[in-house]
């Protein structure tokens, strides 16, 4: 009996392993759970790296900010609802196949926002994503001309932010359903830039996204802008079945521009 007692170990051993594999989702599997700290805060966030990655080569990232809803501290609701197809669009295989891109996803949390509304200064969960972003660059081979920024309603106000106080980072920005009291609008005409609108969105007034457009291709940016007739505030849906939305955040890249010089000196795009 006593020869027997490893082998009865063993077989009530592997079941417990087997159950705490089950409990992984696909999100888990594909979305790396990520914590950075700084030694007096932390931040949770969700890292994809691109299937096959190589260090000799360049890739480049998105940060994508998500809305109000997905507030918390489980590093997991900024990928689900309402922001699920905005974080799994990048991830996709036909995407990645041709634009082989880092996804990075942090969770900003409850009771605080991406940044003020009113002075466009990013709040300390957005410095913590900034500083959470310059480590993972010493970690992978990130091409520092192709990091794109995007978000969705509270998610735009913070691409809104960093575009007026990091304007040097970014090489094109994509919003959805958001608007902002532009504090430096010749910042935001400096970075390329698709803006999606309903115009019937019951949070975020047409008009003033309107302005905003004007704003910006007064100041001689380059901008594009998509307003869906009849429609909310939830316009992610079509915005990302956009067929054109890839190729052109592709095609962007940071422009390198002196201090003297102020937006892209592109003519402005809209559709």
């Keep these: 009996m006593r020869r027997l007692w490893p082998i009865l170990v063993f077989f009530f051993v592997v079941p417990s392993i087997s159950a705490a594999q089950v409990k992984l989702t696909q999100d888990d599997i594909d979305f790396r759970k990520e914590v950075y700290t700084n030694g007096k805060s932390q931040l949770g ?8 990655y190589d260090k000799n080569r360049q890739y480049p990232l998105i940060l994508w900010l998500h809305g109000r809803e997905a507030r918390g501290s489980d590093n997991q609701k900024q990928l ?5 197809l905005a974080t799994h669009f990048w991830i996709r295989k036909d995407v990645q196949l041709s634009f082989p891109v880092f996804v990075v996803v942090p969770q900003c949390p409850m009771g605080e926002q991406w940044s003020d509304p009113d002075s466009n200064q990013p709040g300390k969960a957005l410095q913590l994503t900034l500083e ?3 480590k993972l660059r010493t970690r992978y081979s990130i091409d520092p001309d192709r990091i794109y920024i995007g978000g969705q309603a509270m998610g735009g106000l913070g691409v809104y932010s960093l575009l007026q106080s990091y304007l040097k980072t970014w090489a094109g920005a994509v919003v959805i359903s958001a608007y ?3 504090t430096d609008v010749h910042a935001v005409a ?3 830039l698709w803006v ?3 115009d019937q969105d019951n949070s975020v007034p047409v008009d003033i996204v309107r302005q905003m457009i004007g704003q910006v ?5 380059n901008v594009r802008y998509t307003e869906y007739h009849k429609a909310g505030h939830d316009v992610w849906n079509q915005a990302f079945a ?8 592709a095609a962007q890249r940071r422009a390198t521009l002196p201090s003297s010089q102020v937006g892209t000196g592109a003519s402005p795009a809209s559709r």
Excluded at 45 to 52: A, D, E, F, I, K
Excluded at 80 to 84: A, F, R, S, V, Y
Excluded at 217 to 221: E, L, T
Excluded at 242 to 249: A, G, H, N, R, V
């Design 45 to 52: 966030y969700r890292l994809y790296v691109p299937l096959g």
């Design 80 to 84: 689900t609802k309402q922001d699920q």
């Design 132 to 134: 959470a972003l310059a």
């Design 180 to 182: 902002d009291n532009f």
């Design 190 to 192: 400096t970075v390329p």
């Design 196 to 198: 999606f609108q309903g």
């Design 217 to 221: 291709k007064k100041a001689n940016g």
């Design 242 to 249: 956009d067929p054109e939305l890839l190729p052109w955040l």
